[in-house]
C-alpha cells in the first residue's frame, strides 16, 4: 500500500462529498464550474449530482485497487488520470445538454449573433514563439550532450534530467501545445470555462493564454540555453519568479479592466 | 390485452413515421428562416395546433442528430443569456431539395391510394 495511492482516493472521496453538498447551491468555489453551470441552476445540479456520485464512488474504486491490488505509483496515475478526464467530459456533457434542453422550453426574444472575437491573431502570438524555439533547437542541435536537464530546484541546479530528443524535443513540445490547444478549445466552446467568456471576456482569456505561453516558451528557450552552456540555472529560476510576479499582476488589472467594463 | 397490443404497435409504428417527418419538417422551417429551438417548437404548436409537436427530449436528439449529419449548425445569440440558433447548411440545403422531391411523390402515392379506395 502507497501513502499518495491512498491520500489521492481520499481526496477523490472528499472532493466527491463536497462536489454532492453543494449540488444545490451554485457557489464560485466548489463544483462543476463552466458557463453552462453558472448560467442555469438546472445544470449547475444536473452536473454537480453526476460529478459527486461519480467521484466518491471512483474513490473508493481507486482506494480497494491501492490496498488490493497495489499498482506502481505511475499506473494509478495514469487510471486516476484516466477517471478524471471522463468526469471532466461528462460532467461538460451533462451540463451542456440540461442546458439545451432547459433552452427549448425557454420563451426567446432575440436572434441578435453573440460577438465573438477573431482566435487567429492570438493564435499566432502563440505559435511563433514555438517556432522559434525549434529554429534555435536546430541551430544548437549539435552542442547539446546526450541527457539534458529538464528540472531546476530553488536555487537554480537542475534536479530532473531526460535524454536529449525526449527533453529538447517531446518534453517541451507537449508543454508548448497545452495553451494554444486550451485558446482553440475557448474559442470554439465559449461556455466552456467558468465566466461564459464572449466579446471582452473573450478578448481578455486570450490575451491572458497568450501571456502564458509566452512565458512557457521563455522558460524552455532558457532550459536550452542552460543546456548549451549560454546560461546559469539561476537565471532560469529568477526569470520564472519574475515573470510569475508580472503575469499575476497583468491577471489582476485585466480581470479589473473586464469586471469594470462588465458592470459600467 | 388486444389494446394493449395495439397502443404498442401504435407506439412503435407513431415513432418511426414521426422521426423522418419531424427531420423534414425541420429542415423546411430552417429553409427560410435562423431559429432557436424554442421558436422550432412553437411553430409545431401554431402550425399544427399542438396536435403533432415533438417533446422536448425528441426534439433535442433531433436538433443533435441533423447536427452530427451536417445538415443544420448552431451558433450563438444574445438574449436574457447565451442561446443556441439553428440555420441550415449547403449540405442541409442540397438534402432538403432531394428529399421535397421524395415528399411530394409520397404525397401523390398516398392520394392515389385513397382515390384507389374511393
Request: with cysteine; hydrophobic share 50%; charged share 20%.
Amino acid at each position: 500500500m502507497n501513502e499518495l495511492e491512498v491520500v489521492l482516493s481520499i481526496v477523490m472521496i472528499c472532493v466527491g462529498v463536497l462536489t454532492y453538498a453543494f449540488r444545490n447551491t451554485p457557489n464560485p468555489y466548489i463544483g462543476v464550474r463552466m458557463g453552462y453551470t453558472y448560467l442555469s441552476k438546472e445544470a449547475w445540479r444536473k452536473a454537480n449530482t453526476f460529478a459527486g456520485i461519480y467521484c466518491i464512488l471512483t474513490g473508493f474504486c481507486l482506494l480497494a485497487i491501492s490496498v488490493i491490488l497495489k499498482p506502481s505509483i505511475p499506473a494509478f496515475l495514469a487510471v486516476l488520470l484516466i477517471l478524471v478526464a471522463i468526469l471532466a467530459v461528462q460532467s461538460y456533457r451533462t451540463a451542456k445538454e440540461t442546458y439545451e434542453r432547459e433552452d427549448l422550453r425557454t420563451p426567446a426574444n432575440t436572434t441578435r449573433p453573440l460577438k465573438m472575437i477573431g482566435v487567429k491573431p492570438y493564435l499566432l502570438v502563440q505559435l511563433i514563439p514555438i517556432a522559434f524555439y525549434f529554429i534555435l533547437a536546430s541551430m544548437f542541435w549539435d552542442r547539446l550532450p546526450d541527457t539534458v536537464a529538464i528540472h531546476f530546484d530553488a536555487s537554480g541546479r537542475p534536479d530532473n534530467y531526460a535524454d536529449k530528443i525526449t527533453g529538447t524535443l517531446v518534453i517541451p513540445l507537449i508543454a508548448m501545445a497545452v495553451i494554444p490547444l486550451l485558446t482553440v478549445l475557448a474559442s470554439r466552446e465559449p461556455m466552456l470555462i467558468r465566466f461564459p467568456v464572449y466579446g471582452k471576456g473573450q478578448k481578455v482569456l486570450f490575451t491572458l493564454l497568450a501571456g502564458v505561453q509566452i512565458f512557457i516558451v521563455a522558460v524552455m528557450m532558457l532550459a536550452l540555453l542552460y543546456n548549451v552552456g549560454m546560461v546559469f540555472g539561476e537565471l532560469v529560476v529568477w526569470f520564472t519568479i519574475g515573470f510569475s510576479v508580472l503575469l499575476l499582476i497583468w491577471i489582476g488589472w485585466m480581470w479589473r479592466v473586464y469586471r469594470l467594463e462588465v458592470n459600467s | 390485452m388486444s389494446l394493449d397490443r395495439k397502443s404498442k404497435v401504435l407506439k412503435k409504428f407513431r415513432k418511426e413515421i414521426r422521426s423522418g417527418i419531424y427531420s423534414y419538417l425541420v429542415l423546411k422551417l430552417l429553409e427560410t428562416r435562423e431559429l432557436h429551438g424554442y421558436a422550432i417548437r412553437k411553430f409545431f404548436e401554431t402550425l399544427t395546433s399542438g396536435k403533432f409537436v415533438p417533446s422536448e427530449g425528441a426534439l433535442y436528439d433531433l436538433l443533435k442528430g441533423l447536427q452530427k449529419h451536417g445538415l443544420i449548425e448552431s451558433f450563438w445569440v444574445t438574449d436574457v443569456r447565451p442561446r443556441k440558433c439553428y440555420r441550415l447548411t449547403e449540405l442541409g440545403k442540397e438534402v432538403l431539395e432531394e428529399i421535397k422531391v421524395e415528399i411530394n411523390l409520397l404525397k401523390e402515392v398516398i392520394e392515389k391510394l385513397e382515390e384507389v379506395r374511393e
